[in-house]
């Protein structure tokens, strides 16, 4: 069983610029969701896709997006980054939608924005 | 809404001492709950979890969980802390629907030597 993985690891962007992380969750999990955790603070959920569809989503604007396609591989698009969206970028599969289902999260892409 | 308070950002316990993280949640539903762990420049592990079975929860690396309705807390321990358990930890609840995690802020464990 191949475990959650994230790339890049890091990035450096601009004010302005648009990036795009990638997520590969672990085979057979058709549930992903996105964190976001900033410096000194816990991760909050950004949202979350189950089986190519958004099914929630936390009090982030409209400029965060994502996509989930059917090889259990995702993305999450930045449009217009803020310096304040500088933070670890953590994706998390699950087999299901159950909220006793554990999700193993990756190890994160680091984005910095100048 | 869920909320999950964690008390203490940094916690220092020497090596072989008792290790005590607490966690207190709000939730208007029974919740579930998580602790994960993260070590530097890393993603998050979970160290155990409760879903309304047995309120004493044992996890991997000799750590375990309390489920107290009363209290509404989820307290993290371990008789004895060893420097491999330095690391940040997290508490988490979720509810019975489709809900995600909701995280606290952390606490950071050091471990003296």
């Known amino acids: 069983e191949t475990g959650v993985t994230q790339s890049p690891t890091h990035l450096i962007k601009t004010r302005g610029q648009q990036v795009t992380l990638r997520c590969s969750s672990q085979?057979?999990?058709?549930?992903v969701s996105w964190y976001q955790q900033a410096l000194g603070q816990g991760p909050q959920f950004i949202f979350q896709y189950y089986r190519e569809e958004e099914n929630g989503r936390g009090n982030f604007p409209p400029r965060f997006s994502g996509l989930q396609f059917p090889n259990y591989s995702s993305e999450l698009n930045v449009n217009a980054l803020e310096l304040d969206d500088s933070a670890l970028y953590l994706c998390?599969?699950?087999?299901?939608?159950?909220?006793?289902?554990?999700?193993?999260f990756g190890p994160g892409t680091r984005l910095t924005v100048l | 809404a869920q909320s999950v308070t964690q008390l203490g950002s940094h916690v220092s316990v020497s090596e072989g001492a008792l290790v005590l993280l607490r966690c207190n949640y709000s939730s208007s539903v029974p919740p579930y709950l998580f602790w994960y762990v993260q070590y530097p420049n890393q993603g998050l592990q979970l160290l155990l979890k409760?879903?309304?079975?047995?309120?004493l929860v044992k996890g991997i690396n000799g750590f375990e969980a309390e489920f107290k309705k009363s209290e509404t807390s989820f307290h993290l321990t371990k008789p004895s802390a060893h420097m491999s358990d330095a690391a940040e930890y997290f508490c988490?609840?979720?509810?019975?629907?489709?809900?995600?995690?909701?995280f606290g802020k952390g606490t950071r464990l050091s471990v003296i030597a």
């Open positions: 085979s057979g999990h058709n549930t």
């Open positions: 988490a609840v979720s509810d019975a629907g489709n809900t995600p995690l909701v």
């Open positions: 409760y879903t309304s079975a047995a309120t």
């Open positions: 998390a599969s699950s087999p299901g939608l159950s909220g006793t289902d554990t999700q193993y």
